[in-house]
């Protein structure tokens, strides 16, 4: 009898031996070019990178450095031109359509920078939509969604939709979207840029809290300086390469940016 996706990819995640830090994402020289008539361009020239179970870890850099290219590829969204992606430890262009939809539903978590939510949906039905595609019963998942919109302090709201929300609240509700299937790993897409300055760090201590609380890993894209700051890890991209990686304690933030 041949194994179904889930099976597949379930006997491809092995846990790490005691003492090592499980590494979640692995992009190994990976490359990405698009063709624009008969022009090539190189969005990313070989990156590569290790992201551990847990940790909080940034990618910033100018519009056109690679950033959202490389950021979609870790995330599975997009297949590299040449390297490898691998998430727990599965290859990821090795994954047919179905297989790659059930990691996606099951391991990643994303969260857009325009929050997506469904606008005829209460934030309830929201959160529990990828529950649905992930098979959970009808009970079960409105269960499971009210505690994890709770969790995000969205409780009260739970019945309204997302033009009776706030902008900081559309975006909590767009979080609890992204813990619906309580994935390993959350993908956040300038999760602030939509929100103002209090909003935005609200979001932020919101992340870092469920970092610890969920040992969930956080990959995100961002510009903003206080994201940097919550973060394990800041990775550097220009021109497709990363130039550099830092602890945030390694950074001067008081001049008000980072190079």
């Given at each position: 009898m041949s194994l179904t996706a889930q099976e597949k990819l379930a006997d491809l995640f092995a846990e790490p031996a005691a003492g090592q830090r499980r590494t979640i994402i692995r992009a190994v020289d990976v490359k990405k070019v698009y063709r624009m008539g008969t022009q090539e361009v190189h969005a990313l020239r070989g990156a590569t990178l290790d992201i551990f179970q847990g940790e909080?870890?940034?990618?910033?850099?100018?519009?056109?450095?690679?950033?959202?290219?490389?950021?979609?590829?870790?995330?599975?969204?997009s297949k590299p031109s040449s390297g490898k992606v691998y998430i727990n430890q599965v290859d990821v262009a090795q994954l047919d359509h179905n297989e790659l939809a059930?990691?996606?539903?099951?391991?990643i978590g994303y969260i857009f920078q325009s929050y997506n939510l469904i606008q005829v949906?209460?934030?309830?039905?929201?959160?529990?939509?990828?529950?649905?595609?992930?098979?959970?019963?009808?009970?079960?998942?409105?269960?499971?969604?009210?505690?994890?919109?709770?969790?995000?302090?969205?409780?009260?709201?739970?019945?309204?939709?997302?033009?009776?929300?706030?902008?900081?609240?559309?975006?909590?509700?767009?979080?609890a979207r992204a813990l619906a299937n309580s994935p390993e790993i959350i993908l956040a897409d300038e999760p602030t840029a939509n929100l103002d300055?209090?909003?935005?760090?609200?979001?932020?201590?919101?992340?870092?809290?469920l970092k610890v609380e969920l040992n969930v890993t956080i990959v995100s894209a961002t510009h903003d300086l206080k994201m940097l700051q919550k973060s394990d890890r800041i990775v550097w991209i220009a021109d497709g390469v990363i130039v550099k990686t830092a602890h945030p304690s390694e950074i001067d933030f008081s001049k008000g940016e980072v190079h």
């Open positions: 909080y870890l940034s990618i910033m850099g100018p519009s056109g450095s690679g950033k959202s290219t490389l950021f979609n590829a870790i995330g599975g969204l059930w990691l996606r539903c099951r391991t949906m209460t934030c309830l039905e929201n959160v529990t939509l990828p529950m649905a595609f992930a098979g959970l019963e009808s009970e079960e998942a409105r269960d499971k969604g009210l505690h994890i919109l709770k969790l995000v302090g969205l409780g009260h709201r739970a019945l309204h939709k997302p033009a009776e929300l706030s902008g900081g609240q559309q975006q909590r509700c767009a979080i300055l209090r909003t935005g760090e609200e979001m932020i201590d919101l992340l870092a809290k």
